[in-house]
């Protein structure tokens, strides 16, 4: 049987690459659309290990309309789109607002556009915690209301929501979306073959901590201790990579079989909140590792405290997650090593 085709943006990433070989499982076709700007080649390898066949793929960015009409054309038959590709650094976001609005806004224009022309009309986006900015009740629930965002990354996500939910405002349009607000990804595949790939000095929290343990990085700094938190230290609701990818495959079920509304919105986390310190304990349990790591001044912009209530995306999506963080750090520690011998 035919495999029924789902356009992949961004499917070179990290967490676009772990909902390709999710949706291969579940018997799609992914096919990736990557620019490869925060990717690597090697990630189709990774693929190629895990699935048993190489996907396809086009090297385009989705800003560029013309290009990306080119692969709708050749394709033929997309049944709908899973949009991960955007720029994801809210520190850069701050310093490089233009490119931040251009990328992740152009290209969603530019998506929306082709799949208009080509009657494909149904996405899945990939949104985040980071629109609720600093929520005054926890957990967030999908009727929280959103907060003037952090930093233009937020503020991209929120424009993005914002142009989905006015096209799927209009009765005659045929679109059909599902927003999911990811809560913070970490892991990596069980096999070690695809995982985060960071470029340059990681800014994400999972990253640092295992290439600290691994010797690359000296020590962690812990970005403040002095929250109003139980032990002063930045509470989120770490997911493992593959439950997240996980919610995808179903988010795209329920838009084929036409199930839901129009639009829908998910938070994508555990439920549990943990702190930093948590976590760094976590991983030394789960590794064995001990962290070299101090505490530092907290970083501007960062929100003290947010975790999902994940309440709706288990009733309507029957999404659970099924690691503990211990497993989501094991993993992702398993992967550190595994780059580390591939070097
Ligand atoms: C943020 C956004 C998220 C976005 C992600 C992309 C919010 C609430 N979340 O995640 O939507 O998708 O960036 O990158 O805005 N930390 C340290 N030391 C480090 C690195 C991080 O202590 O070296 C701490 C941070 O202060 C934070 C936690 O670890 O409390 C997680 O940080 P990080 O992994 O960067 O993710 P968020 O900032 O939560």
Redesign the pocket.
Known sequence: MERTKILVTGGAGYIGSHAVVELYNAGFLPVIVDNFSNSREQVLDGLEHILGVRVPVHNVDCNDEEALRAVFAEEGNLRGVIHFAAY???GESVAKPLEYYRNNVGSLLALLSVMREFGVNALVFSS???V?GIPDQLPVTEQTPTKKA??P??AT?QMCEDILRDIAAVPEQPLRTILLR?????GAHPSAEIGELPLGV?????P??TQTAAGIREQ?????DTYDTPDG????DYVHVVDLAKAHIVAVQRLLNGQGETVETFNVGTGNGNS?LE?VQAFERATGQKLNYKI?A??P???PA?YADVTKATAELGFTTTSTLEEALASAWHWQQALDQKK
């Open positions: 994801k650094a809210v985040s915690c980071t609720y952090n930093s990354y937020g996500k990811y809560f913070n990804p970490i990681p800014q994400n929290l999972v640092f901590v962690l700094t812990i970005y403040g230290t930045n509470i989120r930093v976590v530092g907290p970083r912009g960062d929100v947010i």
